[in-house]
Nanobody, 131 residues
Framework: QLQLVESGGGLVQPGGSLRLSCAASGFTLDYYVIGWFRQAPGKEREGVACISSSGDSTNYADSAKGRFTISRDNAKNTVYLQMNSLKPEDTAVYYC????????????????????????WGQGTQVTVAS
């Protein structure tokens, strides 16, 4: 069964940190751009960070720059999102997603880091930032 499974969410105080993990099962992540997205209640899903299939290129939303770091360990078939200096406005369900495998469009999808470019999604993990 092909799956992306997010973990690592939870309740954290403002200024705290969390590390989210996105583990793949049933397929290897090596050939896919992976993105982290989030959706807060009443808001549209938005891109947070994206990483190339090799891990040598990353993109961040302005809200994530300087605070979040996306990384991947292809040997472990896992992508991470390290989130530091968390704010209440970071509260959302966080999803990871995989791009199409096509090597021609992968760089475009990574650069845009928009939900429309990603076709395979995990179930999400809740992140709540509150004191």
């Amino acid at each position: 069964q092909l799956q992306l499974v997010e973990s690592g969410g939870g309740l954290v105080q403002p200024g705290g940190s969390l590390r989210l993990s996105c583990a793949a099962s049933g397929f290897t992540l090596d050939y896919y751009v992976i993105g982290w997205f989030r959706q807060a209640p009443g808001k549209e899903r938005e891109g947070v960070a994206c990483i190339s299939s090799s891990g040598d290129s990353t993109n961040y939303a302005d809200s994530a720059k300087g605070r979040f770091t996306i990384s991947r360990d292809n040997a472990k078939n896992t992508v991470y999102l390290q989130m530091n200096s968390l704010k209440p406005e970071d509260t959302a369900v966080y999803y990871c997603a995989a791009s199409p495998r096509n090597p021609v469009i992968r760089p475009i999808i990574q650069a845009m880091c928009a939900p429309l470019g990603f076709g395979f999604w995990g179930q999400g993990t809740q992140v709540t930032v509150a004191s």
